[in-house]
């Protein structure tokens, strides 16, 4: 039987992941008006600005920014920017897609480090899931039927990032209300835009156009899913909760069949499933003795 702070967690993260891929469909959509360092940068700012709304009373009690000044929040906060610049980057020369189902072993490393780390414990039934997944994300990705592009390796980095991201969450203190660090984390992705820009030889252009309403969506998503992740990930079994990021492909598809009028092959729709399946088995795996 699944806890209540599990149940919580597993609804959580499926919203998250709605919210993710509905910001990268809207990112993605952006990339021909803007380059990649602007993207992230006026998403950073407009997400960082509804973050602030909804934790100003927070950072404005007594002590509040000192709760802030945490080696371990500020490895997060790198985390952000890393996961954050490479997502971008890879949207803008990959697929949806393939960027989606490449980021899916995210999940699979978290489960092997936490399981490696003493975390969680180690049985055969969370073993066996993890290698089916990872074998369907394999077999969505075939990296022997296709040459690995800029835009698969940004999202393998992303992918690796997005993993120690989470894994750094989850040893975050509970003192540490989760909309402040969402917030804290939008600041700094907001920050390294101009960075990437700068160090891209980027020529940024006007805002005043329609394209900047849409990261603005795209920020409001980016906002409500870092918050439901690290709701999600506090308080509750990593190995149960992490799962349900395999909802992303679902979503995923759902997004590119409806945008770009694409449909997943034979392959990579058995690459779904295989996810899907190993998602579940690893959430009961959670359960066995």
């Not at 009028?261 to 034979?266: H, I, T």
Request: hydrophobic share 55%; aromatic share 6%; proline share 5%.
């Amino acid at each position: 039987m699944i806890s209540a702070p599990n149940r919580r967690g597993i609804a959580l993260m499926t919203a998250a992941m709605a919210c993710y891929v509905l910001n990268d469909t809207l990112v993605k959509l952006t990339l021909d008006a803007f380059p990649p360092g602007q993207v992230l940068a006026v998403r950073g700012v407009a997400a960082t600005a509804a973050l602030a709304v909804v934790s100003h009373r927070r950072l404005a009690t007594p002590g509040a920014m000192r709760t802030l000044w945490r080696p371990l929040l500020a490895l997060r906060c790198a985390l952000e920017v890393t996961t954050a610049s490479t997502s971008v980057l890879a949207l803008s020369q990959a697929s949806l897609s393939s960027v989606s189902a490449i980021m899916m072993t995210a999940p699979l490393l978290i489960a092997m480090t936490s399981m490696t780390l003493g975390w969680e414990p180690a049985r055969a039934g969370r073993l066996l899931a993890v290698a089916f997944g990872l074998a369907g994300a394999l077999l969505i990705l075939r990296p022997a039927a296709q040459s690995l592009s800029d835009g698969v390796i940004l999202a393998c980095l992303c992918a690796v990032s997005l993993a120690a991201r989470d894994l750094a969450t989850r040893r975050l203190p509970p003192s540490l209300p989760s909309a402040m660090v969402a917030a804290a984390a939008s600041c700094a992705a907001c920050a390294a835009g101009p960075v990437l820009g700068w160090a891209m030889g980027e020529s940024w252009t006007s805002v005043a156009r329609r394209e900047t309403w849409v990261l603005v969506g795209a920020a409001l998503c980016t906002a409500a899913g870092n918050y439901a992740l690290i709701a999600a990930c506090r308080g509750t079994d990593l190995a149960v909760v992490t799962p349900f990021r395999y909802s992303l492909l679902v979503w995923a598809c759902l997004a590119t069949f409806l945008v770009w009028g694409e449909v997943p092959d034979a392959a990579s729709t058995c690459g779904i499933i295989i996810i899907v399946l190993a998602g579940i088995f690893t959430m009961r795996g959670a359960e066995w003795r």
